[in-house]
């Protein structure tokens, strides 16, 4: 019990950890609030004409296509086309058409647009009596929000992986791993002490993260934790591998980054291409593919998914577990 207090008063000071701990939560919160902006308005044009250069007509028909900005000075104008932040259009008149004027930096769509303005103002005769359609503008976000998610619950299930990776190292440079190979502990004590706190810590961000993100039944609350608790485990005994192999604190955070990336590019890379077959079975080695495939079966109903990639957790966990023994008993010998 004195070893869990002390894990948790370092787990405190790290602000590492206390990072890695709230960075998810945070993101869930942000993606929430996100899905419910409305970006639409990134997409519209938006024209600027100088005052009394254009007749009121003329202005009335650039309205049917975005807001129009007068400017009172030329300078003005100006100023505002080339501003970086804006794809404002300059319109003035050119006898009996338009002449428009851009920065050069705007998207193509806005470059596009100001090319085709003259003809299409030359034209509005023609175009006016034409029918228009106005289709629903699909969510930006939604597409992706399917994939950020797991993703997001990744990062908070590895936070257990990187507290135990810098607390063994920090250990080795206090000298205090030298005292823990002296005492009289077992493997599976050491690794209950050292797993206990960034699991805890992993599972209770990533339960907040999931609580913020999905609305699950009771039952799909149960599977929910399920993966996340299994996932947690993996993430925290990967952890004790990264302390064991680093010899110093530099080499500790490339290792935690190469894995971080495994971790998130892996399922990231399958659920895009739609990875299947051997291929499919070689990517569930890497522990974070069955949990995100899981949270994605599970966000989607396919519950029979979510229970077999649960069942590739366990295999991880005991598998993990095992050899994580076996190479701390064979050390311990040779150290003896």
């Keep these: 019990m004195k070893g869990l207090t002390y894990q948790l008063k370092s787990v405190l000071r790290d602000k590492f950890c206390l ?11 942000a993606l929430n609030f996100m899905g419910s902006i409305d970006l639409s308005s990134l997409g519209e044009l938006h024209f600027g004409v100088l005052e009394n250069n254009l007749p ?27 501003e970086p932040s804006t794809n404002v259009i300059g319109v003035k008149a050119d006898a009996d058409s338009l002449k428009t004027a851009i920065s050069g930096d705007e998207l193509e769509i806005f470059q596009q647009a100001a090319a085709a303005l003259p003809a299409l103002y030359e034209q509005r005769a023609g175009t006016e009596q034409a029918k228009v359609l106005t289709l629903e503008r699909p969510d930006i976000l939604e597409s992706f929000q399917g994939i950020f998610i797991p993703a997001v619950l990744i990062v908070a299930m590895f936070m257990g992986c990187t507290f135990n990776a810098m607390n063994i190292i920090s250990e080795k440079e206090d000298g ?38 999905f609305q699950l039944s009771w039952q799909n609350f149960g599977i929910m934790l399920a993966l996340i608790g299994l996932s947690s ?18 080499i500790g955070v490339v290792y935690i980054k190469i894995i971080m990336l495994v971790f998130i590019a892996v399922p990231i890379v399958c659920s895009l291409i739609g990875v299947s077959g051997p291929l499919a079975i070689i990517c569930n080695i890497v522990p974070s593919q069955p949990a995100f495939d899981g949270i994605m079966a599970l966000s989607a109903g396919n519950m029979g998914t979510a229970i077999k990639d649960i069942g ?11 050899l994580y023994v076996l190479i701390s008993a064979r050390r311990k010998k040779r150290t003896t």
């Design 19 to 29: 990072m890695t701990f709230l960075l998810p939560i945070l993101v869930a919160v």
């Design 56 to 82: 009121p007509q003329t202005i009335t028909w650039l309205e049917r296509y975005g807001p129009v900005t007068a400017y009172g000075t030329q300078e003005e104008l100006t100023a505002a086309i080339k």
């Design 176 to 213: 205090v791993a030298f005292i823990n190979e002296i005492l009289p502990m077992t493997p599976s004590q050491y690794i209950m002490q050292k797993v206990v706190v960034g699991f805890l810590f992993g599972s209770l961000s990533s339960v907040v993260t999931a609580c913020i993100c």
């Design 233 to 250: 485990f993996v993430a925290a005994l990967i952890g004790l591998f990264i302390g064991k192999l680093s010899e110093g604190l530099m």
């Design 312 to 322: 590739i957790l366990i295999i991880h966990c005991v598998t993990w577990f095992t």
